[in-house]
């Protein structure tokens, strides 16, 4: 098990952030500009995100999470809705294969019960054939929702243990049930196209997570981008509920 930020106090040795989650926002607005048409700026935004992938290896990013689909975005138009579906199942079946060979991981979390069943083959053999690769783990959340998370890993556990319903229970009874229970809590949330929102992300997990936004459009968003978020990341004091004096006993002492 990783330890809960809420729990624990985990461990701030490298300055370089393990997990770091993304919404990727500004794909329309960036078509928009371009006076193309919404789409356009989706596929724009497959390239963005190969290239966040190469760059957390290269700046040392084991586990990247990126919000490709929230539970809300069923409520777009219906042609928008069916293109993002299409796209997805065609980055599978093309990317997959390069993936494999760069040695990522490749997870997908959300409620795959309104997805077509073509789909959701695609989604399990690529899970299944990038299990036990061992370099940055990518996590695409896809009607992901945090609110359903937490609602799903609730019925979960009490279906795994049905005593807790009557006993109560606590956190680290929950967290082995939640989607991402096999990665840490990320450190750094980015989110792309100017907005100041979660947009029922990942609730849970972003607990104690560095908030960095940026006004660039998802399409926009280069290695240079994330090395700048980490540059910004790398300058903040975690405390996790202390004070400063507690992380620097030598200056307080002085
Ligand atoms: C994010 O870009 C991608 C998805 C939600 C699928 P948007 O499509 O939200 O782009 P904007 O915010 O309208 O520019
Ligand atoms: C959040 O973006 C979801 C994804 C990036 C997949 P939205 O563009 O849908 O967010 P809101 O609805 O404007 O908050
Ligand atoms: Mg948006």
Request: hydrophobic share 40%.
């Given at each position: 098990?990783?330890?809960?930020?809420?729990?624990?106090?985990?461990?701030?040795?490298?300055?370089?952030?393990?997990?770091?989650a993304?919404?990727?926002?500004?794909?329309?607005?960036?078509?928009k500009q371009?006076?193309?048409?919404?789409?356009?700026?989706?596929?724009?935004?497959?390239?963005?995100?190969?290239?966040?992938?190469?760059?957390?290896?290269?700046?040392?990013?084991?586990?990247?999470?990126?919000?490709?689909?929230?539970?809300?975005?069923?409520?777009?138009?219906?042609?928008?809705?069916?293109?993002?579906?299409?796209?997805?199942?065609?980055?599978?079946?093309?990317?997959?294969?390069?993936?494999?060979?760069?040695?990522?991981?490749?997870?997908?979390?959300?409620?795959?019960?309104?997805?077509?069943?073509?789909?959701?083959?695609?989604?399990?053999?690529?899970e299944?054939?990038?299990?036990?690769?061992?370099?940055?783990?990518?996590?695409?959340?896809?009607?992901?929702?945090?609110?359903?998370?937490?609602?799903?890993a609730?019925?979960?556990?009490?279906?795994?243990?049905?005593?807790?319903?009557?006993?109560?229970?606590?956190?680290?009874?929950?967290?082995?049930?939640?989607?991402?229970?096999?990665?840490p809590?990320?450190?750094?949330?980015?989110?792309?196209?100017?907005?100041?929102?979660?947009?029922?992300?990942?609730?849970?997990?972003?607990?104690?997570?560095?908030?960095?936004?940026?006004?660039?459009?998802?399409?926009?968003?280069?290695?240079?981008?994330?090395?700048?978020?980490?540059?910004?990341?790398?300058?903040?004091?975690?405390?996790?509920?202390r004070?400063?004096?507690?992380?620097?006993?030598?200056?307080?002492?002085?």
């Amino acid at each position: 098990m990783f330890r809960s930020s809420t729990l624990d106090t985990p461990d701030q040795a490298s300055g370089t952030p393990c997990h770091v989650a993304i919404i990727m926002d500004g794909n329309g607005r960036w078509a928009k500009q371009r006076l193309m048409p919404r789409v356009f700026g989706h596929k724009k935004g497959v390239e963005a995100l190969r290239q966040a992938v190469k760059a957390c290896d290269t700046l040392g990013v084991k586990y990247l999470t990126v919000f490709a689909f929230s539970s809300e975005n069923w409520r777009r138009p219906a042609d928008e809705v069916s293109f993002l579906m299409g796209l997805f199942l065609r980055v599978l079946q093309s990317e997959v294969d390069r993936m494999h060979e760069n040695d990522i991981r490749l997870k997908i979390i959300g409620d795959r019960s309104h997805f077509a069943p073509e789909l959701v083959q695609w989604i399990e053999s690529a899970e299944s054939r990038t299990a036990n690769n061992t370099g940055v783990t990518l996590s695409i959340a896809a009607d992901y929702g945090g609110r359903w998370d937490v609602i799903q890993a609730t019925q979960a556990m009490l279906k795994a243990r049905p005593e807790l319903a009557t006993n109560g229970f606590d956190e680290a009874d929950l967290a082995p049930h939640l989607a991402m229970a096999y990665a840490p809590e990320p450190d750094l949330f980015i989110r792309t196209g100017g907005e100041r929102r979660i947009s029922n992300f990942l609730l849970w997990q972003l607990a104690y997570a560095e908030l960095y936004f940026t006004d660039m459009l998802w399409p926009d968003f280069d290695h240079d981008a994330l090395a700048a978020a980490v540059t910004w990341f790398q300058g903040r004091e975690r405390r996790f509920g202390r004070i400063s004096e507690q992380l620097h006993p030598q200056s307080a002492a002085s």
